[in-house]
């Protein structure tokens, strides 16, 4: 489990040093990815870098990424892991960052000795009040 932890948070941390070719050397060939940004499923085999790098470049500075509440259950060379993570970014042109708390579910699979993510899927919830609105104000207390 040692080492799924490190791949969790090791992309995390080269998502604030701005290193997207780094953070994509952690996933398999072929990835099932559900992000925050629309469309529903992202297209594709595997996350695109010219994509993260665009991503990453609509931001002051790369975003801050932590991961919390890490539970990680394995059983021979598949894993999935599941945290609730917090994004800190200041928009291109902004004058104020946002915080933004999101769930996160990793599966990840033994590859050559390697565990890659295989799939990954973050969301934030919505208002069941009709509204239908992100409820992106939550903290993990909520």
Known sequence: MKEIR????????LMQKGDAEAILSYYAPTV???????PLRQPGDRPSLT????????????P????????????GDV????????????????TES?????????GLRRIDGRWLVTHEHQSV????DGSFRASTGLTPTD
């Not at 490190?6 to 941390?13: C, G, H, L, T, Y």
């Not at 946002?98 to 990793?106: D, K």
């Open 79 to 94: 894993a999935f892991a599941t945290s609730i993570d917090c994004m800190s970014a200041v928009p291109r042109g902004a």
């Open 98 to 106: 946002f915080t933004l708390w999101y769930r996160v579910t990793t």
């Open 6 to 13: 490190e791949v969790i948070e090791s992309k995390a941390a």
């Open 64 to 75: 801050r990424r932590e991961v919390t509440r890490l539970e990680i259950t394995t059983d």
């Open 51 to 62: 994509g993260l790098r665009e991503w990453m470049a609509g931001f002051e500075a790369p």
């Open 125 to 128: 919830p919505f208002e069941m």
């Open 32 to 38: 099932v990815e559900y992000n925050l940004a629309p």
